[in-house]
């Protein structure tokens, strides 16, 4: 039994069959490959795949030639840097060797004219926190004389003699005893004694 909205009921819904579908031709027929066939294939395949990665070994080559520059790059640069730095440290330590010695001249030419029995202790005692090397010059010298020989009052000589001292190292000059002969041929030259004794 039918009805106008509904399929068949019950055994005719049975005997109704789906239609059926006819194959086509065309899809049931699989192609075949013979050896030589799959063995071409295989071959192209390899050849294409090849063919792709032929300039690796040249690409890697390359890049590891940039990595080695850059490398070297680096280690020299690295090199002047470190060069910089131990040019820059000898010329801080060449520097502090010319204040160094620029202040220690100074403090002992200075005590010497200030009275000073012995420069070379009062170079040791002299408390240099305020003397300071800049610009070829140096300040602060009378006052820390000053200053030490208050702390320290035997330091001063007890005559107000101010000693000879050498230009060059502003050490005091060792008196020196001329002989009689000296003493003529200083007088023959139109030299003092002292200016006689200063060429020796």
Sequence with gaps: MTTENTGPIGDEAAQVAPPEIQPDAEATTERTFTQEDVNRLQAQTRRDVRNQFADYQKLKDRAARADELEQAQLTEAEKMEARAIEAEKKVNDAQQQIADAMIASQVKVRASQMGVVDPDAAFLLLDRSNVQYADGNVTGVDDAIASLLE???YLRATNNRTPNINPESG?????V?????QLEAARMMGLTAEEYAQGL
């Design 171 to 175: 050490q005091p000059v060792q008196a």
């Design 177 to 181: 005893r001329l002989t009689e002969l």
């Design 151 to 153: 702390d320290k009052p």
